[in-house]
Structures are given as structure tokens and as C-alpha cells.
């Protein structure tokens, strides 16, 4: 099934520990993004990328690292640096460029807790 | 800075009821606008809406944009428990350029 891929679903993170979200999609989108959801306050963009080796920091990238080295995987490390981690986080794609192409197809997301 | 705006943040209906959901919106270069349903976890597609006027509808959904007065509606007629969801609107302002969101509407629809 073609799709986006999000693991794990659940993730939990010791204080001083970077973690690792996966996101994996077979859509042959260019573009990924990471989003952060917290309760009543809609989806903030992280990171995106519009073409392999190429990202840009979205509104709250502090604390946050990505990496595209293949078309289909965009990881998303969760430094020590970022205070406040815990958070839904959601992967997206789609096709960059053009009106009708920019619908983002989301995955299932991460849930990260901080123990 | 571009920014969307959804009223109300959290609304409560009974099945069968007929609820409006506002989207307001104030981006540079206006391109396209979008309808999200989140139930639990991946937010799913249900509109895009490009030009004023045009009603997109997919069974008791629809959704109309207004250029001209920077908003969007979306309309869920004789509503369902399983229309209980978050409905995120979402502006492209500029092509080549992210999405941006609104906070969402929480959408509660008790039997």
C-alpha cells in the first residue's frame, strides 16, 4: 500500500538523550515535513525538504535535527537542546510545486513523552 | 507574518445537527486553501479550494472560500458521532512554500 510510514508510535525520552523519529514514505513525493502538535495549538512546522540533501527550518526548528539523504526517508532527531519534547509529531508529504500539488498527505505520528 | 484563524476552537452538537466551522486567513499571495478531518493521529484531506464562490461538497461536507473577504466555511449537515474529529484549515500562501495551519476546531457530536 503506498503510504506514509511513521515509527515508532510511541517514544520515550530520558533527559539528555537525543531520540529519532522515523518517517518513511512510498508515494515518490519530493517534499517532507515535520510538524509538532500540542494541545489546542494546531500543527508547527519543524523542518521540510523539497528535494533530497536540502531542508529548511520551519517556525520552531531550535532543538531539532533532520537529515534527507534519500527521496523516501526523512528522520527527525530530538536533541537534548529541546526543553519541552513532548509533543505529537507528525511527518507529511507531498508534490512541491504547482497549486494542486501541494496537498500533504500526513502519517499516523509519534507520540514522545519525556520520563 | 501569515497567520489562519478557525472559529470556534471547540464546539458541542447533537447528532443531526447542522454546524458551521470558520476559517479566516492573512497571508501574502494567496494560492490555494485546505480542509483536514483529524480522528485520532494522521490528519486526512478533504478539501482544497482555490476560487471564490466555487462550493466543494463530498456527501453532507461542503466548504465555500471568499477571496474577497479572506475566509473559509465548512458546513457538516445532519451530523454523525463519527464527524467528531479536529478540522484543521490550512493556507498555501506563496508557491514553493510550507502550508500554514489554523489552531483547529474540535468538533464533539454526542448521540
Known amino acids: 500500500d503506498g503510504g506514509i510510514t511513521q515509527s515508532p508510535k510511541y517514544l520515550f525520552r530520558k533527559e539528555g538523550q537525543n531520540v529519532t523519529l522515523s518517517c518513511e514514505q512510498n508515494l515518490n513525493h519530493d517534499a517532507m515535513y515535520w510538524y509538532r502538535q500540542d494541545p489546542g495549538q494546531g500543527l508547527r512546522l519543524i523542518y521540510y525538504?523539497?528535494?533530497?540533501?536540502?531542508?529548511q527550518k520551519g517556525d520552531i526548528a531550535e532543538g531539532y535535527s533532520v537529515s534527507r539523504e534519500k527521496k523516501e526517508s526523512f528522520p527527525l532527531t530530538v536533541t537534548s537542546a529541546q526543553k519541552s519534547p513532548t509533543a505529537f509529531y507528525l511527518c507529511?508529504?507531498?508534490?512541491?510545486?504547482?497549486?494542486?500539488?501541494?496537498?500533504?498527505?500526513f502519517g499516523a505520528g509519534t507520540r514522545l513523552s519525556v520520563l | 507574518e501569515d497567520k489562519v484563524v478557525q472559529s470556534p476552537l471547540s464546539l458541542v452538537v447533537h447528532e443531526g445537527d447542522t454546524v458551521t466551522l470558520n476559517c479566516s486567513y492573512e497571508?501574502?499571495?494567496?494560492?490555494?486553501l485546505l480542509w483536514y478531518k483529524q480522528e485520532k493521529k494522521a490528519p486526512t484531506f478533504l478539501f482544497m479550494l482555490t476560487s471564490s464562490g466555487i462550493e466543494k461538497k463530498s456527501g453532507r461536507l461542503s466548504s465555500i472560500l471568499d477571496k474577497k473577504e479572506l475566509f473559509s466555511i465548512l458546513n457538516i449537515t445532519a451530523t454523525q458521532t463519527g464527524d467528531s474529529a479536529v478540522y484543521l484549515c490550512a493556507v498555501l500562501p506563496a508557491p514553493n512554500t510550507p502550508l500554514v495551519f489554523g489552531k483547529g476546531t474540535r468538533l464533539s457530536v454526542i448521540a
Open positions: 525538504s523539497q528535494i533530497v540533501n536540502d531542508f
Open positions: 497571508v501574502t499571495n494567496f494560492r490555494s
Open positions: 507529511a508529504s507531498s508534490i512541491w510545486g504547482g497549486i494542486a500539488k501541494n496537498i500533504q498527505y
